[in-house]
């Protein structure tokens, strides 16, 4: 799998760097993206891409990506000598025949850009997104596509995954009803910044009753700018994974092992990004992943028994209240931070407790008003493994008494998805109630497999190589 | 390791059964915790200890608690026939000895009840909690705790450990600094309810400066009336760590293997409670554990290098500001929610932001004007494994120059701890800034190392054996 590459590039004047930098640039023939070697004065060799300059740091230092993917900072008046050995950019500008062309007998998969790493460019510099989701721009991006769909792309939101909200999912699955129903492709791929990709990927999971084929998250943990991005691989995964797959599921498709030749389709509703910059951020929680596909084989592998098979129907129902909040509780959290919501016409409270499902003894009385005015309130634990269980100790059973509704072992974040849209649904609190006990898109389950959590121990029988990153 | 044992008994009135299964009880010599061989109507056979009533549930179901830990409802009209097989607290009471004797030469450890699963007896009747911590009660619950050190015991609070407040963890340094001043143990174990022993395992970490030994707090994630309980392994672990560590930490020692042989010595400052229900529920997050015990060797062996050693002065600070808030951030967290904690006089806000340490662009503005007031905002990482690094995205940077400090790769949980105790230490909010970029207790360190996080794939690589729960 070579690494994604980069288009475009970026001139000096807008480089971020400093003029002394710049003339020094001009002087070596360096430019943004060139590929070089450095001799620095105390003979310490260095290879790799010169980036623009970050928004913050001092702007006389030079960014230089190294092969290794890391980033390191060099003082130009370090640098003893300089080759530029070529042009990172230009590789692909140069590149032949890379537009859209229609595959025989491929199935059709059509992609939604929203925003985030995998479809951001040059942001580092300025701050802005350029989405580049033309079908011409993936195919040059990733040419191995070809092989597998013909695809089709329109870009939806350009916006940070930080800044989606119940509105923005409202719109995506008003969006995927229009395209299965129109265009009739073998799935979709949604390219979504990873933040909130597991927030997104629930709440469409909730919206989309019956589909014809899976909906597919997707992303970079590393801007395909980067040696070592995640972005061609999660791509190929995922348009595997929307072309073949047998169920119809909301998933997110992202990168599982150190050799790059494992993507992952974790449900939505069950998935959660655990780490903040590795590429296999994504875990399955309480449940393995629905799906594995080998990028380089094609192979895709069903790891569940039961999923939502593709159905002739689309039935989306894409309301989402705003009127949800999710409010994680802590050591002497006071009655008020409560109260705040009642006062504001909070319709819905996904309470993340501690344990089982436990807030201190002071809030139940709280609570129990929330319930008496009419929100919904439901349980979750902030361990995120496991389940809760309110009836082993007194703060459970006095909180169920007052009307909170357990969310079995679902996550925190599907239960604010979920809960934001049954109450886009209904007005009716006791039926709002009802169907948040209903196992609607598989993010509860009544036993939870052992194999679903990795243990205290897990590092002791990990086998792993460290080129993971 | 025999099961820990339980102390005293319950009345058939008390028992929370209905008059009919009481009259059951009374006419077939069943008493609450006999040990009994249930035939049933279909030919099942059932063996167990009867159970008190749960306060929920159906009064006519006879709760019959099997060997391997797990609890069955039995209807007492399904019940053929019934044989007392022995008085499961008899076992205790009749045992002679259970009284605390003073070993020659082994090191002291004193133990501080603070309430929890581990303190608790018949709970699930009353919902009170009973606690046991008379040095008499440890050495008759767990016996091996006589070859392996001289123990004195008080109660120093009995609560859940959800009803903690930073006003708790004050008292609770206090008295750590006075045990270590006037009985100069070897260390000291703290007996806490799983839920929040981070939260206080962390706190103290940061109140403690210099401690003569570590201060270890253990609990139980299945209370000592259960087979499968782990308070007696948890228990015999902590010992061993407080007697022999040469660190001088604030710990968490709990169960780490299936086995039942090796108790974990996490960080307070890096642990988790990461699973709901499972004995091995707390994990290092971002680092390794600081220690492993061998509870049958009782061999103790340190894993990371750095660490603080035992100290000839005792140095708490103890105050902890109770104006510091946890909070989540979701997608279409409106800005209000911040204001709220401007408005009510919060001097410090730990964010638990989004991959890298994002918040949504609408609330940066909000942010600004709390750090211009003069509250300090940290940012945490939600996803908890990885750090925040906010030169990355445009989003970060402007959080970065609208004041909010990163909490690198500390826990969110870690961090309100922190910023607790450093606003209980200083009013001027430049000098709380500085401390909380310190590295003061190894809750951030320069570089995670590969091998704290478990990785998308842990479950393809993971051995173990299917007995763990």
């Known amino acids: 799998m070579p690494p994604a590459r980069l288009t475009g590039s970026v001139g000096l004047e807008a480089s971020g760097y400093s003029d002394e930098v710049v003339k020094w640039m001009r002087e070596h023939g360096v430019r943004v993206f060139s590929r070089v070697r450095l001799r620095l004065s105390d003979g310490v060799e260095l290879r790799g891409i010169v980036m623009p300059r970050p928004r913050v740091g001092d702007r006389e230092v030079l960014v230089l990506k190294l092969d290794n993917g890391y980033n390191v900072g060099v003082h130009v008046s370090r640098v003893a000598d300089v080759d530029v050995l070529g042009e990172y950019a230009a590789t692909l500008e140069g590149k032949p025949g890379a537009t859209a062309k229609v595959g ?44 597998i769909a013909v695809i089709s792309a329109e870009t939806l939101f350009s916006i940070f995954s930080e800044d989606m909200t119940p509105s923005h999912w409202s719109q995506l699955a008003q969006h995927v009803k229009k395209v299965f129903e129109t265009e009739a492709p073998a799935g979709i791929v949604v390219a979504h910044g990873t933040d909130t990709m597991h927030y997104s990927a629930a709440a469409l999971a909730f919206a989309a009753r019956k589909l014809p084929g899976p909906v597919v998250f997707t992303g970079a943990q590393r801007s395909s700018d980067r040696p070592s991005s995640d972005a061609a691989v999660n791509v190929i995964g995922a348009t595997l994974v929307a072309a073949q797959a047998p169920f119809a599921e909301s998933v997110i498709a992202m990168h599982g092992s150190p050799d790059d030749r494992v993507v992952l389709a974790h449900r939505g509703v069950r998935a959660r990004k655990m780490h903040s910059s590795r590429r296999d951020a994504f875990m399955s929680i309480n449940s393995l992943p629905l799906a594995r596909v080998d990028v380089v084989s094609r192979e895709l592998k069903v790891l569940l028994g039961e999923y939502k098979p593709r159905s002739d129907e689309v039935e989306v129902h894409p309301r989402f209240s705003d009127k949800v909040a999710l409010v994680k509780f802590y050591p002497g959290m006071p009655g008020d931070v409560l109260e705040f919501y009642g006062e504001r016409g909070y319709r819905g409270l996904v309470l993340e407790g501690t344990g089982l499902g436990h807030v201190r003894s002071e809030l139940i009385e709280v609570v129990r008003k929330l319930v008496k005015d009419g929100v919904v309130v439901v349980m979750t634990t902030q361990c995120l493994w496991g389940r809760v269980n309110m009836n082993v100790y007194r703060t459970g059973v006095e909180l169920l008494e007052a009307g909170v509704v357990p969310a079995e072992d679902m996550l925190p974040e599907t239960a604010f998805a979920k809960l934001s849209w049954i109450l886009g649904q209904t007005e009716d609190v006791e039926e709002a109630k009802r169907l948040f006990r209903e196992n609607l898109a598989y993010e509860t389950s009544k036993r939870t497999e052992y194999i679903t959590y990795p243990g205290a121990m897990w590092w002791e029988h990990a086998i792993r190589t460290p080129a993971q990153g």
């Open 104 to 147: 025989e007998g491929l199935p059709r998969v059509h992609f939604l850009g929203t925003g985030g790493t995998i479809a951001s460019r040059v942001d580092y510099v300025t701050g802005a997104v350029y989405p580049y989701f033309s079908a011409e721009e993936i195919y040059s991006m990733i040419p191995e596509l070809e092989e």
